[in-house]
């Protein structure tokens, strides 16, 4: 799939988080929608839930900011 642009004239869409443009078919910063890359960020947000609370959380929490360039 590939991604367009956003012009400066959509101001709204630059504003929207990544994975909701890359769902409409936009992309940030000349990056590519990654299916596994968005499939495994479900996965840890599933265990982050799971593990809230305990120990493991932390270093899940810290996988996903990596993932995802969170700080």
Request: proline share 4%; charged share 40%.
């Amino acid at each position: 799939m590939k991604l367009k642009k956003v012009s400066s004239k959509q101001k709204g869409l630059s504003k929207l988080p990544k994975h909701v443009r890359n769902k409409m078919g936009y992309m940030e910063k000349g990056g590519k929608y990654d299916p596994k890359k968005e499939a495994m960020k479900k996965g840890l947000e599933a265990k982050i839930k799971k593990a809230k609370g305990t120990p493991d959380a932390k270093a899940l929490v810290e996988q996903y900011r990596k993932l995802t360039g969170v700080k």
